[in-house]
């Protein structure tokens, strides 16, 4: 195949955020941006001495806008780089837990070493909206901060890349081999059954099967016009017996759905963007219930446009994503993947802290690490994958707050595992008591026995990054300075800002967010996003615990106001973004 170097020159910004690079999708569309940057990853991978050369690379994503354009280019570019086999799932779609199973799991002895998924995620697609880029390693999992740092470095100093373009582009729609000469080729296979195979050594689906047949039983799977919809086709609807029409907006759409969608195109699963499904399961946008005219189905999820969130509700019940990771933990015995006993479990540093009394209870090892999917990586792997000689914590279940949860099955977080995992639980209780169980019961039953931790997070989107940077700089300068102090009749324990020391390698990430934390264990968090792709985008989180025999079912969003009082006066985020009221409470 014939290779051109096309000359080209940095361009600045380049850099990956909590996963993945993001930009306006304009910016991507640009003469040599997606080139520049995908040339940096490979001669990142080729310095850290990654078998590129005749190897087996994965490149898909979650069927956004321009998606197709650049699927072509990247394929083009692998193989100049010297890749011997790309892989693609059908469509040019796989959702991210779908290709963390496939780099893992698909082609035993020509495994592929990583992939590229063409996605933002949970960021809105189209021209007018975003784009993004992740690369995946050999484990499946998100590049680690070592690596992303070379990423960087080799897109400030690029001058050429190559590519071979007189390969014709090639049509993705359905499983075919193409033979590109010079023993290169391209296999597109279909985008569900790698993940499918994986997700069937983690559950009983029989068992799964028996509550959707139970006469009560009603379910609703939002796929938001994402890449979730031919996984829950096939999955839900086809698999597990779900009655067909229970899988909604289940074509992926380039624009997810667009402003004319009830969700304006943002497919994110939560109780402000998520407005079909949130109705449909009778609440309003606060999580309270509300009349509804239609029979109300007794179990609700939906999912992002990559599909590694999830959202979890069950008639006029939100299940918060802090809770349904202590949830699905304390009842990990009912998923077949645990039967042998879970060893490790984790969860970001703004999540609750529910799942810490869980596992404090059950002995199970619990970890605190920064946002991002890319830092449970090193915990699973742990005596399996790089470090023979170090402690296992596998299995192991993990997860963050902001509606992704996970185990080691795949090195993502998966919405589709998330939903599973809730059926399998919920069937085994039902299965045991002869009538349905709701995940409101689970729910009711949890925070008798551990208490509740009531929990909201506020985004204040769109913010001037400056200002929003002044003020996170005022909050670190008087970190250590509060202890003893009173607030609003609570007493400040610590606030420090977050560092995390990776237990695995070592490797070290300073300045992960802000923490107040209270002498009776309430916590204040503040983070500045890195998702985002215009102005800066504030998180703060609220948590305040209430042990098992107090008052368990007040209203989340009202238990955490005097605490959101508490952070607007520590921070001035009026004074300093002009912002009276969040954007989005989730
Ligand atoms: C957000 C979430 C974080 C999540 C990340 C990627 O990051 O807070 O928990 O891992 O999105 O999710 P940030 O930096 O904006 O707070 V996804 O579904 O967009 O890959
Ligand atoms: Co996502």
Redesign the pocket.
């Known amino acids: 195949l014939s290779v051109s170097t096309v000359p080209t020159a940095p361009i600045a910004g380049q850099k990956p955020?909590?996963?993945?690079l993001r930009k306006k999708t304009k910016e991507f569309m640009s003469a040599n941006y997606l080139a520049n940057y995908v040339q940096s990853v490979f001669n990142t991978l080729i310095e850290m001495k990654t078998p590129v050369q005749g190897g087996t690379l994965v490149v898909s994503g979650d069927g956004r806008f321009w998606n197709p354009e650049a699927i072509q280019i990247i394929i083009k570019m692998a193989f100049a780089a010297g890749v011997g086999r790309v892989w693609c799932g059908t469509g040019g779609l796989l959702s991210?837990p779908a290709m963390s199973a496939v780099i893992r799991a698909r082609g035993k002895g020509f495994e592929s070493f990583g992939g590229f998924i063409c996605s933002?995620?949970?960021?809105p697609g189209g021209i007018n909206d975003d784009y993004g880029i992740k690369y995946n390693c050999e484990n499946g999992g998100p590049s680690p901060e070592k690596m992303t740092d070379l990423m960087v470095e080799w897109t400030a100093k690029i001058a050429e890349y190559k590519i071979c373009d007189k390969i014709p582009d090639l049509d993705l729609s359905k499983p075919i081999t193409y033979d590109l000469g010079d023993g290169k080729s391209v296999e597109v296979f279909d985008c569900v059954e790698d993940h499918l195979a994986v997700l069937k050594t983690c559950f009983d689906f029989d068992s799964i099967r028996g509550l959707i047949s139970h006469p009560d039983f009603s379910m609703t799977y939002d796929c938001m016009s994402g890449v979730q919809g031919p996984y829950a086709i096939k999955i839900v609807e086809g698999e597990l017996g779900a009655a067909a029409g229970s899988c909604k907006n289940a074509v992926p759409l380039p624009d997810f759905g667009g402003p004319e969608s009830a969700w304006h195109g943002h497919a994110d699963p939560n109780l402000t963007y998520a407005v079909e499904l949130v109705r449909d399961m009778g609440l309003n946008k606060e999580g309270l219930p509300i009349a509804s005219d239609k029979p109300i189905p007794k179990f609700g999820a939906a999912a992002?446009g990559?599909a590694?969130?999830n959202m979890i509700l069950s008639s006029q019940f939100f299940v918060s994503p802090s809770d349904s990771l202590a949830m699905i933990v304390a009842n990990s015995d009912l998923i077949p993947q645990f039967k042998d006993g879970l060893k490790g479990c984790a969860r970001?540093m703004p999540t609750s802290g529910a799942l810490d009394i869980v596992a404090k209870k059950k002995g199970i090892e619990c970890f605190e690490v920064p946002?991002?999917?890319k830092f449970f990586g090193n915990l699973m792997d742990s005596g399996t994958h790089y470090f023979p000689d170090k402690k296992t914590y596998t299995p192991f279940i993990c997860g963050?707050?902001?509606f992704?949860t996970g185990a080691d099955h795949v090195r993502e977080?998966d919405g589709m595992w998330a939903v599973l995992a809730w059926l399998q639980i919920l069937a085994k209780k039902t299965e045991k008591s002869g009538k349905l169980v709701t995940c409101e019961d689970v729910a009711n039953e949890h925070w008798k026995e551990y208490g509740r931790n009531y929990y909201a997070r506020y985004d204040y989107e769109g913010v001037d990054k400056a200002k929003s940077e002044e003020m996170m700089k005022m909050m670190s300068d008087k970190a250590g300075s509060l202890a003893g102090q009173e607030f609003g009749g609570m007493k400040m324990k610590t606030n420090d800002i977050f560092e995390y020391v990776d237990p695995v390698d070592g490797s070290v990430s300073k300045n992960q967010g802000i923490r107040y934390i209270f002498e009776d264990g309430s916590r204040i968090i503040f983070?500045l996003?890195?998702?985002?792709v215009a102005g800066a985008?504030v998180?703060l989180y609220l948590e305040k615990y209430e042990a098992a025999d107090g008052s368990l079912n007040q209203h989340q969003f009202e238990v955490v106001k005097p605490l959101a009082a508490i952070a607007l006066e520590l921070s001035q985020l009026q004074t300093y973004t002009g912002r009276e009221t969040p954007t989005v409470i989730t």
């Not at 933002?120 to 960021?123: D, E, Q, V």
Request: aromatic letters at 4%; zero cysteines.
């Open positions: 955020g909590t996963s993945g991210t933002a995620s949970h960021n992002d990559d590694d969130r970001s946002t991002g999917w963050e707050e902001s992704g977080k983070r996003s890195g998702t985002g985008t998180r």
